[in-house]
Structure formats: structure tokens, C-alpha cells
């Protein structure tokens, strides 16, 4: 069956950039669309981005506002979320998640059926 593994999260200063990485085993990464989500204490999860399976679509939340990218490599079976800017606002456990195939993404955490375990990031000076 599909998994997913986040990893990369940890401490940054305000301002400063993170990379996250969502590893994909038991299925390809291309068949399936893939979404980041957040989640802070005493917050609803929260949809950050996504991509489409085949890669044609990429929707970003408002509030990325430019900052963040969404990128696949395909041969790796990875996804990543590079982020820059960041705030402390941005402070959240991050989670990837598969749904597909042939969904076409979204920002609703309720729309994916596949989630990894969860990565924390932390914007603090």
C-alpha cells in the first residue's frame, strides 16, 4: 500500500528557509496527488499546497503568498515543500498526503486518503 514519510522539519529563525521532503513508497509518486497540510495546537489542519497526479496542476494557500514551492522529483518518489520567509506563524506540524488516482489536488484535508506521520516545524527566534 501507498506510505508517505515526511522529514526535514526543525527550528528556524524568522526569515529563514526550511525544506521538507514527502518520500512515497508502495505505489508512484506520479499516479497520485499529493498536499501538504499544517496543523498547529488548538488549530484546524489547514491546506497548504498540493499538486495533481501527472504534476499539471499546483494550487498554494493565500497565505503561502509566494513564499512557499511545491516540486516533484518523480525518479525519487519525492515530494518537497521548499519554504522561505518563514514566520513564526508558520509554526505547525506539517504532514503530506496522497489521494488519487486521478484526483487533481486540492486544499481539503478530507479529500486525501493517505497521510504520513507528521513533521514539526518551529519559527522561533
Known amino acids: 500500500q501507498l506510505q508517505l514519510v515526511e522529514s526535514g522539519g526543525g527550528l528556524v529563525q524568522p526569515g529563514g528557509s526550511l525544506t521538507l521532503s514527502c518520500q512515497v513508497s508502495g505505489e508512484t509518486l506520479d499516479y497520485y496527488a499529493i498536499g501538504w497540510f499544517r496543523q498547529a495546537p488548538g488549530k484546524e489542519r489547514e491546506g497548504v499546497s498540493s499538486v495533481s497526479s501527472g504534476g499539471g496542476r499546483t494550487l498554494y494557500a493565500d497565505f503561502v503568498s509566494g513564499r512557499f514551492t511545491m516540486s516533484r522529483d518523480i525518479a525519487k518518489n519525492t515530494v518537497y515543500l521548499q519554504m522561505n520567509s518563514l514566520n513564526p506563524e508558520d509554526t505547525a506540524v506539517y504532514y503530506c498526503?496522497?489521494?488519487?488516482?486521478?484526483?487533481?489536488?486540492?486544499?481539503?484535508?478530507?479529500?486525501?486518503?493517505?497521510w504520513g506521520q507528521g513533521t514539526q516545524v518551529t519559527v522561533s527566534a
Open positions: 498526503a496522497a489521494g488519487g488516482p486521478y484526483f487533481t489536488g486540492s486544499l481539503w484535508a478530507n479529500e486525501f486518503e493517505y
